[in-house]
């Protein structure tokens, strides 16, 4: 190999969000890991402002959840109004999850991906930023020429070889057009402008939690950003042009019916064209797509760099075992568990999206008789307080019971999480016995419910295959449940396939 070569056993395309994720995530499980990006500096554009229970949970798996939960907002849930601010749809998620964290947390983007690329520095994955991939070769030769690795070249002709590459770059994905793959359309196209302001007074009487305001005359969504930020959407309509839309007195007109003039100050704007995509192809072969290259969706549930932290989760620990020697087929389990899920929860985005987009008026006035029809016909309020709900995962490394975050109890004042790290949790109502060595084997961190009580409602939740409460739940190392059985055997018999050899 060339001396000027430089190898890693993951190289990850693009270093936002999700790259970064990953990338923490690899390096904490010792994997020689390298990012690459060809911006030096976080994306200083208007994107993401929440952020969910889940992905606290991640962001404790980084070290950085606590020291991130400071900077942020915790969000007391959404409510959907008529032009009139009539309640059409109202969401609540006070208090904490049963994972562990509050279902729903306000961010300031720029804050959340500066604390996070500290966590990925300090879990020792490598960066090289500044210069973009230029190409990427996996073809067989360049896998003779390399000993089994994929090559890229980046803008200044440096080389990086990579067992696995994975694209995390974004809604223009070099890589995947590198790969020739394409993507299912899910017909939402509409043009918003996104605007985040600084709020000179604390006491500005804007809301607590976010809305979204179904006006025909002008749909809209308030976001509450951890002070002094307050973020407001508008979607365009058809005609108007968005740097005219930008200026501080457009701003000024859009936002006089909640803020004063003089109020807030713009602190940045953009205007994007939201989308609901899905890549048909998440892997070729030893490359990996995530994140935005692989699936986007409208920001009405704020969902589209959470669900990318939910493919780093789920991938990291799946290349972590193939390096080990576990079956590359491991690896064929990643689209197969994230794409329902990320299609169902873009979907759901996609339906919000029509909900709130309606301009016409007498659509409007039928949406909202029915939505107040089905508000005065049920609970007033929606209980949110386990988050969103999400489609389980499911294939065949999930079982009965399984396919959800566990919940994560404190044991002796630790969290579960950080009693385990990033390992497989066997747990059973009683002493484990032999079933539990072979788990301790593998690498397994081995709990009994009868030690630890706490526990019991973790192995209450998940259900054995005929029905009965589970005696032994496990839980894989992304923290999803993959079963409950009559005992850790059941389980072990699913899980033998995927794991590295003893
Ligand atoms: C208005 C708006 C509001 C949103 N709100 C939310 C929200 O509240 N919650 C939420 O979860 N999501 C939200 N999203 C979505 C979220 O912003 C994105 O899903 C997320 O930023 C995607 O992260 P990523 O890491 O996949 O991609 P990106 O953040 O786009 O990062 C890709 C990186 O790859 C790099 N790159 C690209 N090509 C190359 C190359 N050839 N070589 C090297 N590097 C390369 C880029 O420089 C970039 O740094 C929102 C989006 C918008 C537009």
Redesign the pocket.
């Known amino acids: 190999m060339a001396a000027d070569v430089v190898d890693c056993d993951v190289a990850i395309?693009?270093?936002?969000?999700?790259?970064?994720?990953l990338a923490g995530l690899l390096a904490g499980r010792g994997v020689r890991t390298l990012v690459?990006?060809?911006?030096v500096d976080?994306?200083p554009?208007?994107?993401?402002?929440?952020?969910?229970h889940e992905?606290m949970r991640i962001m404790q798996e980084l070290g950085c959840a606590d020291e991130m939960l400071a900077g942020m907002r915790p969000n007391p849930g959404m409510d959907f109004l008529t032009a009139d601010h009539e309640v059409l749809l109202s969401m609540r998620s006070p208090g904490l999850t049963s994972l562990g964290w509050p279902a729903s947390v306000?961010?300031n983007?720029p804050l959340f991906e500066r604390q996070l690329r500290e966590a990925v520095s300090r879990l020792g994955a490598t960066t090289l930023l500044g210069?973009?991939?230029?190409a990427i070769d996996s073809s067989e030769a360049a896998m003779y020429e390399h000993a089994d690795r994929v090559q890229l070249t980046?803008?200044d002709g440096s080389i990086v070889t990579a067992r696995y590459v994975v694209?995390?770059?974004?809604?223009?994905?070099?890589?995947r057009r590198t790969l020739g793959i394409g993507s299912h359309d899910l017909e939402f196209e509409e043009p918003?402008l996104?605007v985040d302001m600084l709020i000179n007074d604390a006491d500005s009487g804007l809301p607590e939690f976010a809305l979204q305001v179904c006006d025909p005359a002008r749909p809209h969504t308030l976001?509450p950003m951890p002070a002094p930020r307050f973020?407001f959407?508008f979607m365009l309509l058809p005609g108007e042009d968005p740097v005219a839309m930008q200026t501080p007195e457009a701003v000024a007109e859009l936002t006089a019916g909640w803020l004063p003039a003089g109020a807030a100050t713009v602190e940045r704007s953009?205007v994007?064209t939201?989308h609901g995509l899905i890549t048909t192809r998440w892997r070729s072969g030893r490359v990996l797509l995530?994140?935005?290259?692989?699936h986007?969706?409208p920001?009405f549930?704020?969902?589209?760099?959470?669900?990318?932290?939910r493919?780093a989760a789920n991938l990291a620990w799946k290349l972590h075992a193939v390096l080990r020697g576990a079956d590359e087929a491991l690896l064929d389990t990643y689209q197969q568990e994230r794409e329902p899920a990320v299609r169902s929860i873009v979907q759901a985005a996609v339906d919000f999206g029509r909900i709130i987009c309606t301009l016409d008026p007498a659509q409007a006035a039928a949406r909202d008789e029915a939505m107040l029809a089905a508000r005065a016909s049920a609970a007033e309020v929606q209980d949110t307080s386990e988050g969103v709900p999400m489609a389980p995962l499911t294939g065949s490394l999930v079982t009965a019971g399984g396919g959800r975050p566990s919940y994560q109890p404190t044991l002796a004042g630790r969290r579960l999480d950080d009693l385990v790290g990033p390992r497989w949790l066997a747990i059973t109502r009683c002493a484990a016995g032999e079933d539990g060595a072979w788990w301790t084997q593998r690498g397994a961190l081995v709990l009994g419910a009868d030690e630890h009580p706490e526990l019991v409602a973790l192995l209450d939740a998940a259900v054995a295959p005929d029905g009965i409460v589970a005696d032994a739940v496990v839980v894989r190392p992304d923290r999803y449940v993959l079963g409950g059985a009559p005992t850790l055997q059941h389980l072990a018999a699913i899980a033998e396939p995927f794991l590295p050899p003893v």
């Open positions: 395309i693009g270093y936002g969000p999700v790259g970064a994720t690459i990006d060809r911006e976080i994306y554009l208007p994107r993401a402002a929440h952020v969910d992905i306000f961010i983007q210069s973009g991939v230029a980046l803008d694209g995390c770059d974004g809604a223009r994905s070099f890589t918003w996104v976001v973020r959407e953009a994007y939201f995530a994140g935005d290259a692989a986007q969706t920001p549930l704020g969902q589209g760099m959470c669900s990318g932290m493919d």
